[in-house]
């Protein structure tokens, strides 16, 4: 690989897992560091419940740190303590995004889970460029898989500050009790992503940006792969409907050509794809069973991923 994923991410190559955990630890130190600052600008505002909020953060990601520390000792591995490193890390955190008051407690964990996903988005870069280190990558891949459990932690703690404040909107989710149900919503929301993200790279290629275009329509591949999947195991005569903001656009006429403008087409691929992710998400979360819940976050992780392109098409560092 010869060029990053995401302009932001550095092109060398992590080589030893070792120095991919000092490069975990070091994301995690650095979120916890964030939140700690950000409790003591909420005190110095006077804002009690947000400054309490962003310190339970804080020992969150330090529990992280030590769990990676603990990870790599089972490993027979010495603890990682990451030196100065010689290339950027993400912007795990961003203060522009909390920079405006005032700022809700829902508001704040959607800064956190959006932090999560970057990191998420991260180590699954991380592992397509250490391709021909299998040890790597597989760290990296398991590492992806860890911050999934965190994003899928924070969205618990976000509905409930969603239902105590009103504030922001969580899908409505049909029950998935056996893995036939989830194949066939699945089914449903990969089809209509992949309707939503032809008619934005279409959209992007009428207004000259043809090179976002084909990167857009590689996400949009995939999920015209995993929806032609789904279908054969769902058995159905049609694919269901997709994500509420697939369903809005399609009944406007916006997934049409020339329907979207480009700014509008990379807005409704985000709310879809937010959407799906959630969906998927909760699903996870309620599963009985433990193949239902493995599908789900499988699926999910895909989402995530999905997502990830998107917003870095829009000019978000994810």
Not at 36 to 43: F, G, N, R, S, T
Not at 145 to 165: D, I, N, P, S, T
Not at 296 to 307: D, F, H, N, V, Y
Request: glycine share 8%; aromatic share 4%.
């Amino acid at each position: 690989m010869t060029s990053p994923i995401n302009p932001i991410y550095p092109v060398l190559e992590v080589t030893s897992v070792d120095q991919l955990m000092a490069i975990a630890v070091a994301m995690e130190r650095e979120a916890a560091i964030r939140y700690e600052q950000l409790a003591e600008l909420m005190d110095l505002r006077g804002e009690t419940d947000l400054a309490t909020t962003f310190r339970d953060l804080a020992l969150l990601e330090r529990g992280h740190e030590s769990g990676l520390g603990a990870w790599s000792r089972r490993d027979g591995r010495a603890t990682p303590n990451p030196p100065p490193l010689a290339w950027q890390l993400p912007e795990t955190f961003s203060l522009e995004e909390v920079d405006a008051a005032p700022l809700s407690p829902y508001q704040a964990l959607a800064v956190a889970v959006r932090n999560e996903e970057r990191a998420f988005s991260f180590y699954t870069y991380l592992a397509a460029l250490a391709d021909g280190d299998v040890q790597v990558r597989r760290r990296a891949e398991s590492l992806a898989r860890e911050e999934l459990k965190h994003v899928a932690q924070l969205r618990r703690f976000r509905r409930r500050a969603y239902h105590q404040q009103a504030s922001g909107r969580s899908p409505t989710v049909p029950a998935v009790v056996v893995l036939a149900d989830l194949h066939g919503l699945a089914w449903g929301l990969e089809s209509g992503s992949a309707a939503v993200i032809e008619a934005a790279a279409q959209s992007l290629d009428a207004g000259g940006e043809r090179a976002a275009g084909a990167l857009l329509r590689h996400a949009g591949s995939e999920s015209v792969r995993r929806a032609a999947e789904l279908g054969r195991l769902a058995g159905g005569p049609r694919a269901p409907p997709g994500s509420h903001a697939c369903e809005e656009a399609r009944a406007r006429g916006l997934l049409k050509p020339g329907g979207l403008a480009a700014a509008r087409g990379l807005e409704l691929c985000e709310r879809d794809a937010r959407e799906v992710l959630d969906t998927y998400l909760i699903i996870a979360e309620r599963a009985g069973d433990e193949a239902l819940r493995a599908a789900a976050q499988e699926l999910a992780e895909a989402a995530m991923g999905r997502l990830a392109l998107i917003r870095s098409q829009s000019g978000d560092a994810s």
